[in-house]
């Protein structure tokens, strides 16, 4: 980690991307050289024709995506019933998958189409800062909502002591404080370094490591504090959430009847499939070995939890949640069938 990646020994240049010419990929950079003022993300460039195909899948997902949220937030706000902690911050959740994904894929459908998939310096800044401040805010919200469930199921008599509004609110307010910090502290650390070798990410968005790995000078700082990222934002919200979810399972195995024990943990069987789904992508893309090599299977993965995942959420709250499902209907007669 001592040396920076192999480098190319000219910016890539791609069919159809002019822009890519020394002249233009490149700025002066005194005596030391030159510094790159854009990048080439070529996490699509082996799909070929199959681009095409790409693109108008990941435009009805990311509009099924938007709908559904938007459709979430909607509901949590229009509803009495729903107007508790778990909603409150299934609200803020659907608003933070809104904008991690208008982050991403806005830029990942207009490189499908482009025959030039390149990305400015500033441009990249802006992305990895915003992908990182909402990753790191969903991953906080879901352990606030784990926390909610603990407090509701194993400490129902202090519940509304618990998570009064003002809880809630900082709990909310500090999962967004966490995610400036960090996408505040990677993405001036990373920018601040010299950029003179390989233009090439190979991914299809400005992610933490394959940026980081093209900086012409050490980067060891930069992957061992991605590596306590990573394990304070996801292996230790991950190991708090299994915490509550271990209580909770010791309290509904005291519920004396079978149809109880059903009734107490339908309330978080929505939340828990979440919790796997996202974790679970984000375990396998960012603790693995060589994470950041971003291979073929790395793009399908990425795939998955950048675009597939944010769609799957609403349905899970939706479909699996009786009290989501009956404010729909309520709030669907109430506007489109009254007389």
């Given at each position: 980690?001592?040396?920076?990646?192999?480098?190319?020994?000219?910016?890539?240049?791609?069919?159809?991307?002019?822009?890519?010419?020394?002249?233009?990929?490149?700025?002066?950079?005194?005596?030391?050289?030159?510094?790159?003022?854009?990048?080439?993300?070529?996490?699509?460039?082996?799909?070929?024709?199959?681009?095409?195909?790409?693109?108008?899948?990941?435009?009805c997902?990311?509009?099924?995506?938007?709908?559904?949220?938007?459709?979430?937030?909607?509901?949590?706000?229009?509803?009495?019933?729903?107007?508790?902690?778990?909603?409150?911050?299934?609200?803020?959740?659907s608003?933070?998958?809104?904008?991690?994904?208008?982050?991403?894929?806005?830029?990942?459908?207009?490189d499908?189409?482009?025959?030039?998939?390149?990305?400015?310096?500033?441009?990249?800044?802006?992305?990895?800062?915003?992908?990182?401040?909402?990753?790191?805010?969903?991953?906080?919200?879901?352990?606030?909502?784990?926390?909610?469930?603990?407090?509701?199921?194993?400490?129902?008599?202090?519940?509304?002591?618990?998570?009064?509004?003002?809880?809630?609110?900082?709990?909310?307010?500090?999962?967004?404080?966490?995610?400036?910090?960090?996408?505040?502290?990677?993405?001036?650390?990373?920018f601040?370094?010299?950029?003179?070798?390989?233009?090439?990410?190979?991914h299809?968005?400005?992610?933490?490591?394959?940026?980081?790995?093209?900086?012409?000078?050490?980067?060891?700082?930069?992957e061992?504090?991605?590596?306590?990222?990573?394990?304070?934002?996801?292996?230790?919200?991950?190991?708090?959430?299994?915490?509550?979810?271990?209580?909770?399972l010791?309290?509904?195995?005291?519920?004396?009847?079978?149809?109880?024990?059903r009734?107490?943990?339908?309330?978080?069987?929505?939340?828990?499939?979440?919790?796997?789904?996202?974790?679970?992508?984000?375990?396998?893309?960012?603790?693995?070995?060589?994470?950041?090599?971003?291979?073929?299977?790395?793009?399908?993965?990425?795939?998955?939890?950048?675009?597939?995942?944010?769609?799957?959420?609403?349905?899970?709250?939706?479909?699996?949640?009786?009290?989501?499902?009956?404010?729909?209907?309520?709030l669907?007669?109430?506007y489109?069938?009254?007389?």
């Amino acid at each position: 980690m001592d040396s920076p990646a192999p480098f190319l020994s000219q910016p890539l240049s791609l069919p159809g991307c002019s822009t890519l010419a020394p002249s233009a990929s490149l700025a002066s950079g005194g005596d030391n050289g030159t510094t790159l003022t854009e990048f080439v993300l070529l996490g699509f460039s082996d799909f070929g024709s199959l681009q095409g195909h790409l693109f108008w899948g990941v435009l009805c997902i990311y509009l099924v995506t938007l709908l559904g949220n938007f459709m979430i937030i909607l509901l949590t706000l229009a509803d009495s019933t729903l107007r508790c902690p778990m909603y409150f911050f299934l609200r803020h959740f659907s608003l933070a998958e809104i904008l991690y994904t208008a982050t991403i894929v806005p830029r990942m459908l207009a490189d499908l189409l482009s025959s030039c998939p390149a990305i400015s310096r500033a441009s990249c800044f802006i992305q990895l800062y915003f992908f990182a401040l909402f990753g790191i805010a969903e991953c906080c919200l879901l352990t606030a909502m784990a926390y909610d469930r603990y407090a509701a199921i194993c400490r129902p008599l202090h519940y509304t002591t618990l998570m009064n509004q003002r809880a809630c609110a900082s709990m909310v307010a500090a999962s967004y404080l966490m995610g400036i910090i960090t996408g505040t502290t990677h993405s001036v650390f990373i920018f601040t370094l010299p950029f003179r070798g390989s233009n090439v990410i190979h991914h299809f968005l400005c992610d933490i490591l394959p940026v980081l790995r093209l900086a012409s000078a050490s980067t060891f700082w930069g992957e061992v504090g991605n590596l306590a990222v990573t394990v304070t934002f996801i292996m230790v919200p991950f190991a708090l959430i299994v915490a509550s979810y271990a209580c909770i399972l010791a309290t509904i195995l005291r519920v004396a009847t079978s149809q109880g024990r059903r009734k107490v943990f339908s309330t978080c069987s929505s939340h828990l499939f979440v919790v796997i789904l996202f974790f679970g992508t984000a375990t396998i893309a960012y603790m693995k070995p060589q994470a950041g090599s971003f291979g073929e299977t790395d793009q399908i993965l990425a795939i998955f939890y950048t675009v597939v995942t944010p769609m799957c959420n609403p349905f899970v709250y939706t479909l699996r949640n009786k009290e989501v499902t009956g404010a729909m209907q309520r709030l669907i007669k109430r506007y489109l069938w009254s007389p």
